[in-house]
């Protein structure tokens, strides 16, 4: 049997990303343009500015991906493009360089959910690995956290999810971006607020934990206004912001937060393996959290492929391609899309 390979392509946010990876899980090559740098001047993402980044870099994103796969267009079975959740003038230049590739290449298109692509981005593995680890077994417990989710969802199958629950008010990256912003760290939120922990005294401060008992839900509003309070009363004391222990004592609460939702709904729902993904997943103590214990197999994606990638979006989409699942060339974006 040939082996099926996707051209994945991203553009829901702030990174322009394409990909070719082998039967869903080989990956051949994963290219990512990230527009941090352009959206840190704002503290945030412009959408304007996003979709007109996406425009001027794109083809070349495509370009590199075939290239370093050593292959052509003609080279591939799929076109798989993230079609939501997202911004939606960033969503359509991708879908709509998907649809003139599929067009002139006369491919099947298939529109994925991004947040799906985080999901998948476990079963990658790179194409010249001496042997392909074992893929996360079913029912898995998956622990979604990007900068604009927060999900529980219980996997039972290839493209069976049941959504337990998820964020009431900010997603767990949301929190770390606005958190860092109110301690004066710069944009993205995560990455600085990680750096900044690491010399601070995670019991420094003691800051609450909202545990919504009896829901699989979360809540990260009253977290980030405590640590704001916190800000108000140090500054108003005239005192120096003590940046490290506040950033360490907000990380180990969302830590703890997440580890013990995500561990107490495994035990419940009898999950085989507990999977872990989306920018977050790149924190370092929420990794060291889930892997220093031997209770489920965890899997987590490599650093590289915790945040946005398309990489993860032609894997999900090689599932849907088995499935025999084709989209229409006149396909729309869905910004609001849930999974
Ligand atoms: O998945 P992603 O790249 O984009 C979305 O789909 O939202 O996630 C981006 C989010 C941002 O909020 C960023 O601050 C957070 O992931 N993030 C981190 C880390 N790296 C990225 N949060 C905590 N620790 C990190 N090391
Ligand atoms: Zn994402």
């Not at 304007?48 to 070349?60: C, D, F, K, L, M």
């Not at 290449?105 to 947040?115: D, E, F, M, S, T």
Request: glycine share 8%; with cysteine; aromatic share 8%.
């Amino acid at each position: 049997l040939a082996p099926a390979r996707v051209l994945g392509i991203e553009t829901s946010c702030d990174e322009t990303a394409a990909a070719v990876v082998e039967n869903g899980r080989a990956l051949l090559s994963s290219v990512v343009a990230s527009q941090v740098d352009i959206h840190a001047q704002y503290g945030g993402v412009f959408p304007e500015v996003a979709s007109r980044q996406h425009i001027q870099t794109i083809y070349a994103i495509v370009d590199e991906a075939l290239q370093r796969a050593h292959l052509g267009l003609s080279d591939i079975d799929a076109i798989a493009v993230t079609r939501g959740p997202g911004l939606a003038g960033s969503l359509v230049i991708g879908v709509n360089l998907a649809k003139g590739l599929a067009i002139a290449q006369n491919l099947p298109l298939i529109g994925v959910n991004h947040l799906e692509g985080h999901i998948y981005s476990a079963w990658l593995y790179p194409a010249d690995a001496p042997s392909p680890p074992q893929p996360p077994e079913f029912p898995l417990l998956a622990l979604l956290v990007s900068g604009g989710h927060t999900e529980l969802i219980l996997i039972h199958q290839h493209l069976e999810y049941q959504r337990l629950g998820g964020t009431l008010d900010d997603a767990a990256g949301e929190a770390f971006d606005k958190v860092a912003r109110l301690l004066g760290l710069p944009y993205p939120g995560g990455p600085s607020i990680q750096k900044a922990a690491q010399d601070g005294n995670p019991q420094a401060f003691t800051f609450p934990r909202a545990r919504l008992e009896g829901t699989w839900n979360f809540s990260f509003s009253g977290l980030k206004t405590a640590v704001l309070r916190t800000v108000r009363d140090l500054e108003s004391r005239g005192r120096n912001l003590p940046i490290a222990d506040l950033a360490a004592s907000f990380q180990v609460a969302v830590v703890e937060i997440l580890v013990q939702k995500t561990f107490h709904a495994a035990k419940v729902y009898q999950a085989k393996a507990i999977l872990v993904a989306g920018g977050v997943s790149a924190n370092e103590a929420l990794r060291n959290a889930f892997l220093s214990q031997r209770e489920f197999p965890v899997h987590i994606p490599p650093l590289s492929l915790c945040t946005d990638n398309a990489a993860m979006i032609a894997a999900a989409g090689y599932f849907h391609y088995i499935a025999g699942e084709r989209h229409p060339l006149n396909l729309d974006v869905l910004p609001n899309w849930t999974l």
